[in-house]
């Protein structure tokens, strides 16, 4: 990736998240006008998506450990899109540095447990997102 682009990237990021955290409650207040979880709704099961809304409502208002359990995926994409942005502001400076891993082997076991964790969850409710 060009210097330029990390550079770009590397100012950017932080001021879009500044921009995120302080329009939170507008961004929140949208939550309102999407549509109940067909799945959940019809079936009484938790589909993989429920609870990213309600992930991301908590993560803004930086409450994680309830973000985590609303969803993992969410405070876990957070998470990579960060170390992410931390390889690429450390490129700044020339030195290529990975971050995260990149085999196949890690990412197909992270793929897995999520996959493990959506099905249990449904099994044992405590795992469920908090309504």
């Known amino acids: 990736m060009p210097k ?11 001021l879009a998240v500044a921009v995120l955290f302080a329009l939170r409650n507008y961004i929140i207040g949208f939550e309102k006008h999407f549509p ?4 959940h709704r019809v079936t009484g099961f938790w589909c993989t998506g429920c609870g990213n809304t309600r992930s991301v409502n908590d993560m803004l208002h930086l409450h994680f450990i309830t ?3 609303d969803n993992p995926a969410m405070p876990f994409l957070a998470f990579l899109l960060f ?6 502001v450390i490129g700044i400076s020339g030195k290529e540095v ?13 793929i897995v447990v999520f996959g493990v ?4 969850r449904n099994i044992f409710p405590v795992l469920g997102p908090v309504s």
């Not at 330029?4 to 932080?14: E, F, K, Q, S, V």
């Not at 995260?100 to 197909?108: H, I, M």
């Not at 964790?117 to 249990?120: E, K, N, T």
């Open 67 to 69: 973000a985590l359990r």
């Open 98 to 110: 990975k971050l995260l891993p990149r085999k196949t082997a890690v990412w197909v076991t992270v």
């Open 4 to 14: 330029r682009l990390r550079i770009i990237i590397g100012a950017a990021a932080p």
């Open 83 to 88: 170390m992410l942005y931390l390889e690429t």
């Open 36 to 39: 109940e979880c067909y799945v």
């Open 117 to 120: 964790f959506y099905v249990v």
